[in-house]
């Protein structure tokens, strides 16, 4: 069978970066058996930059991606953006050996507008174009939002019949609390997703009291916010079935994201998704 790579989002360690920095957070993920990482949520200082470029030498594991912002996610906002530090992004890239670049999210003013949209997916392609005459990808990352509907269409499908060589980066847990089948989905963009989130999907715990047996509001409110993110291998979704998927269509890295670890280490929570990925099968993707 042909191999992707598990690796890990490192927006999950930002708070472990800021406490160990980032040579002694890839070092506790070398242990854990990691050999791939994407860089999210990290400040791309000089001495961050380095000591991610030494740690991927050191421990031999891939930056599979870095993530920069088309453009400030509010007007005005602080942090790095392809519009305005392409050179200095480009260079990092090159730096740590990496071949995508990654748009997290949709600027949050343009959320709802779709003229706003559309002329996002029109920078955003045409930013696409200009990182490939680098040998640079640039990779498109989905939420739940995407999937709502503009003239009968989703929003993501919106921004792939719109480009052909910006990519998209499928994260299972957002497709899934969009309900929509990962699956399924993962199949319609073959050829334009190499990197894929394997995040779970679970049902937490409801936690009521008598008070909230009192007050319908609060019972519901706790009653319909029950979804969590969950290890992988820990939640509901059908892990093989996807991963399956994401190879026939051309995925590369699978990366292993939490956007909550509910109190719990997020080392810990790494290695419980790695038990669960290898006794699933998957201990040589490593």
Not at 78 to 98: A, H, M, Q, R, W
Not at 226 to 248: C, R, S, T, Y
Request: some cysteine.
């Amino acid at each position: 069978m042909t191999k992707g790579k598990i690796g890990v989002q490192m927006m999950m360690l930002k708070d472990k970066v800021a406490e160990l920095g980032a040579y002694e957070t890839m070092k506790k993920l070398h242990e854990l058996g990691y050999g791939a990482v994407e860089v999210s949520q990290i400040p791309m200082t000089t001495e961050n930059v380095a000591e991610l470029k030494r740690a991927s030498e050191d421990f031999n594991i891939e930056i599979a991606a870095i993530s920069a912002g088309l453009d400030p996610m509010l007007p005005g906002a602080p942090g790095e953006t392809l519009t305005n530090d392409f050179d200095k992004i480009v260079s990092d890239c090159k730096t740590l050996n990496c071949n995508f670049i990654r748009i997290g999210m949709l600027p949050l003013n343009v959320m709802g507008d779709k003229e706003k949209i559309m002329e996002f997916i029109t920078r955003a392609e045409a930013m696409a174009v200009r990182l490939a005459e680098q040998g640079i990808e640039l990779y498109y990352h989905t939420h739940h939002i995407e999937f709502q509907k503009y003239d009968g269409e989703y929003l993501l499908d919106l921004i792939k019949h719109n480009t052909s060589t910006l990519g998209f980066e499928l994260d299972v847990h957002w497709i899934q609390r969009a309900g929509v089948n990962p699956v399924e989905f993962i199949k319609e963009y073959e050829g334009r997703v190499a990197l894929l989130h394997l995040k779970d999907y679970r049902i937490g715990q409801l936690d009521i009291n008598e008070d909230d047996l009192k007050d319908m509001g609060k019972f519901f409110a706790k009653f319909t916010n029950l979804i969590e993110f969950a290890e992988v291998g820990e939640g509901n979704l059908d892990i093989p079935a996807i991963i399956a998927a994401g190879l026939e269509s051309g995925a590369q890295y699978f990366l292993i994201e939490q956007d909550d670890t509910y109190g719990r280490d997020p080392f810990d929570c790494l290695k419980t998704s790695a038990a669960n990925l290898r006794e699933l099968g998957y201990a040589d993707w490593f």
